[in-house]
């Protein structure tokens, strides 16, 4: 049985800035107000027959929108971004949190913004289509540790009404 909730009849929302390098249009800083839609197929189980329980799924997806909400999105596996004083594949992403200030180039234009305005993710692009997996791969986690009757997580990061990204993630035993 498939269970849905609709991200924006449920609040699962958050807004942010960020960055596609190299796009012709998405290459600069620009946002969104995004909205989240999460679907779980599973056996019904328990004590009260669920699937899974809507609150413990809509809190685990609103706590991580919450972690990105009026932030700037800055993926730190992309190859495209130049930072300052940090070293991709060695340095560990607490060293940008905790620095204080985040210095960075992209396509040759230099920025520097407050850590704390910013959230580091280890994805190569924020896009809907990475920000869907991270999401997914968040909730499998989060998931998994209350409940082992579920199958499969699909996870929809939409840009605005009628644009978004779909991916699923298998739970595995």
């Excluded at 807004?15 to 190299?22: E, M």
């Excluded at 280890?122 to 869907?132: K, V």
């Excluded at 791969?137 to 978004?164: A, R, T, W």
Aim: one cysteine or more; charged letters at 30%; aromatic letters at 12%.
């Amino acid at each position: 049985m498939k269970i849905l909730i609709n991200g924006i009849q449920s609040n699962l929302r958050f807004s942010s800035a960020h960055i596609i390098p190299g796009h012709p249009s998405c290459g600069h800083i620009h946002g969104h107000s995004y909205f989240v839609d999460v679907e779980i197929d599973g056996d019904r189980a328990g004590e009260f027959d669920f699937v899974v329980d809507f609150k413990d799924v809509k809190a685990y997806t609103k706590a991580i929108c919450d972690t990105l909400d009026h932030r700037l999105l800055i993926p730190v596996q992309n190859d495209l971004i130049e930072f300052k004083d940090f070293i991709k594949y060695e340095d560990s992403i607490e060293k940008l949190e905790d620095a204080g200030s985040v210095h960075f180039k992209v396509d040759g234009k230099g920025y520097s913004i407050p850590s704390d305005d910013c959230v580091f993710l280890d994805l190569p692009y924020t896009s809907a289509e990475e920000l869907s997996k991270y999401f997914a791969d968040e909730l499998v986690k989060e998931l998994s540790k209350k409940y082992d009757n579920l199958f499969e997580l699909s996870v929809c990061v939409n840009e605005g009404i009628g644009q978004g990204a779909m991916y699923t993630k298998e739970f595995v035993e």
